[in-house]
């Protein structure tokens, strides 16, 4: 079993900053992409930033500047800062990750989310 366990959500105003954490544990013998997604209420969930297990990022436009993805391999943990944050940020953030087992079959992980709401 793999799990994913998210922290660092809460309560910021616009402008504000946050650090989102997240850390893979469990029986898992590689790692390949890890990243954050968010749903909004009534809305779609979205990409927000992704990391490969060599540094390579992607990020989501609206992101773009604000938002920093990185990881600690040695840790299997990814990390997500975001600055500037505005209202429209708010959203459950998810922590993702395609992870293999012993038997090196590729599945999709995901954490349990974390509350971010950025207040006007």
């Known amino acids: 079993q793999v799990q994913l366990v998210e922290s660092g959500g809460g309560l910021v105003q616009a402008g504000g900053s946050l650090r989102l954490s997240c850390a893979a544990s469990?029986?898992?013998?590689?790692?390949?992409?890890m990243g954050w997604y968010r749903q909004a209420p009534g809305s779609q969930r979205e990409l927000v930033a992704a990391?490969?297990?060599?540094?390579?990022?992607n990020y989501a436009d609206p992101v773009k500047g604000r938002f920093t993805i990185a990881r600690d391999n040695g840790k299997n943990t990814v990390y997500l800062q975001m600055n500037s944050l505005r209202p429209e940020d708010t959203a459950v953030y998810y922590c993702?990750?395609?992870?293999?087992?012993?038997?090196?079959?590729?599945?999709?992980?995901w954490g349990q989310g974390t509350q971010v709401t950025v207040s006007s």
């Open positions: 469990g029986s898992i013998s590689s790692i390949n992409h």
């Open positions: 993702n990750a395609v992870a293999a087992k012993a038997d090196r079959v590729w599945n999709d992980y």
């Open positions: 990391i490969t297990s060599g540094g390579s990022t």
